[in-house]
């Protein structure tokens, strides 16, 4: 018998603390890695696309952050290291990494507790952040835009709203958005029906929940809808016609707006572009045109008595401008001022919910204290694009509105070419603005489509020859709205 020589080997390994110092499990899933995939985009480390695939740039993305926050790495992504990833606020890169809002750096802070991003120099999400808001930053504002709808002027929901016929069909791209990017509910109508109509997830935010009763804010959308509101009047006979002027409004005497045509107005050609612009409000003070305690006449005489407009009337895209119209209508309905809008909203839009317009809180009506901007839910932005659709398809003076400030609408000029780089904006697929309007799409010349956008990724985009509506309600611009607006309206379909 021969003996047997057992030879044990002992190897020794130094162990640097390691991420998946608990018991490993098994490689995360898609939607895990996409999640992943966030987090380190959020803390400054590029994973490459949010796409799921766990390759090699997001592996270094992960090793260098693990590293820099003093662990090891084995090579696994799992729950352990997605659950130090949640950690990011006790990340000092995380902290300190610049945000970009466009091409310009803005102040921010964190709040440790729960990894909050504000901008403090912002009372909302600036746009085109890069890094993109998280969603305890876009619960965080909508919450406060939320908390401004009380106290406006309120449209009650009709008893006979307008019946909507619902055949969607799911699109994964579209739920793509709604559960990573900033987009909270999307609906695409075609030829009668909704086709598409999905919202972000129920569980997505710890205290949001978005559904058909939502109030979504208008933002830049309500302009267009007070150009709507002044084709109403000019058709029930409160103003004399397509081509009156606003001689007759007391408030706005000694102003550069005296004697100003409407279709001037509605197509941002004031003359205005050395007193106001949407960048900074009123060019001499920098104070914003909407505040919460002051009208149109205290603007009158802060800022704007004793001005002319310019000789060169260029496009001047500002908000000011809308709340005279806005105001100019609420003179001339008079005492019938809420009986013209449940006219409008109830009985030709017939909305179901109710719809809010902003004011400022002073009492005196007279001062102009109407806003342009307004909420309502998603079902009812629908609305309102409907009743335009069939208004521009019908021999009415709404249809010969529509169709007048379409045929007098003006080139955008330099602000109408697109910046290649950005894809997430209505305005630079745009080549004209007419009737508080996007016009003329890039590439869609060829279709009559209405474009309605607001800050923060607010889109109605209405094609008048194809009967086919795009409702988009968002919290931030974070979005591809190429894929989500523009190619439905082009090619009738959404990436699969």
């Not at 002992?10 to 999640?35: C, D, M, R, W």
């Not at 267009?224 to 004399?240: D, K, N």
Request: some cysteine; glycine content about 8%.
């Amino acid at each position: 018998m021969k003996p047997i020589l057992l030879i044990i080997i002992i190897s020794v390994v130094s162990i640097a603390p390691q991420a998946n110092s608990k018991e490993v499990g098994p490689a995360l899933k898609k939607e895990q890695t996409i999640t992943a995939q966030n987090l380190l985009a959020r803390a400054g480390y590029d994973p490459g696309p949010v796409d799921g695939a766990y390759g090699k740039r997001t592996e270094a993305a992960l090793m260098a952050f693990l590293k820099d926050n003093g662990y090891s790495f084995d090579g696994t992504l799992s729950d352990n290291e997605l659950e130090i990833l949640s950690k990011l606020p006790s990340s000092e890169k995380y902290r300190k990494r610049q945000r970009i809002a466009g091409n310009r750096p803005v102040k921010h802070t964190v709040r440790l507790v729960d990894g909050l991003v504000t901008f403090p120099d912002s009372w909302e999400l600036p746009t085109y952040l890069s890094p993109p808001p998280d969603d305890i930053a876009l619960e965080h504002y909508f919450d406060k835009w939320l908390s401004q709808r009380p106290g406006g002027f309120i449209v009650e929901g009709s008893k006979q709203p307008t019946s909507l016929v619902i055949n969607p069909i799911e699109n994964h791209y579209v739920g793509h958005q709604l559960k990573y990017n900033s987009v909270l509910s999307y609906i695409l109508y075609e030829e009668g029906e909704v086709t598409i109509d999905q919202v972000a997830p129920p569980d997505r935010f710890d205290r949001l929940t978005i559904d058909n009763a939502t109030p979504f804010r208008s933002q830049s959308v309500g302009k267009s809808v007070i150009s709507y509101l002044v084709g109403h009047a000019i058709c029930e006979g409160y103003i004399s016609g397509f081509d009156s002027s606003i001689d007759d409004w007391p408030l706005i005497k000694n102003t550069a707006y005296e004697n100003q045509k409407l279709i001037d107005l509605l197509n941002m050609r004031a003359g205005d572009q050395n007193i106001v612009n949407e960048d900074v409000g009123f060019v001499s003070s920098g104070r914003w045109f909407n505040n919460r305690n002051k009208g149109i006449a205290d603007h009158v005489n802060d800022e704007i008595l004793g001005t002319k407009p310019d000789k060169k009337r260029i496009y001047n895209y500002n908000g000011f401008v809308t709340n005279i119209l806005m105001n100019y209508v609420i003179f001339k309905t008079g005492d019938d001022w809420q009986q013209f809008l449940d006219k409008v909203f109830q009985q030709h839009v017939r909305i179901e919910q109710d719809l809010v317009f902003m004011r400022s809180q002073i009492n005196d009506a007279d001062r102009g204290i109407g806003w342009y901007m307004f909420y309502a839910t998603r079902y009812d932005y629908l609305r309102i694009a409907i009743a335009m659709l069939q208004d521009w398809n019908s021999d009415t003076c709404m249809g010969d509105y529509l169709r007048y400030v379409y045929k007098n609408r003006g080139s955008k000029g330099g602000r109408a070419y697109r910046n290649s780089q950005n894809e997430n904006s209505m305005a630079h697929y745009t080549k004209s603005y007419g009737g508080q309007f996007l016009l003329d799409f890039i590439g869609l010349e060829d279709k009559v489509i209405f474009g309605m956008e607001g800050h923060g990724g607010q889109n109605v985009l209405i094609d008048m020859d194809n009967a086919r509506i795009v409702v988009i309600n968002s919290a931030h611009t974070n979005m591809n709205w190429k894929n989500l607006a523009y190619e439905p309206l082009r090619t009738g379909t959404l990436p699969k």
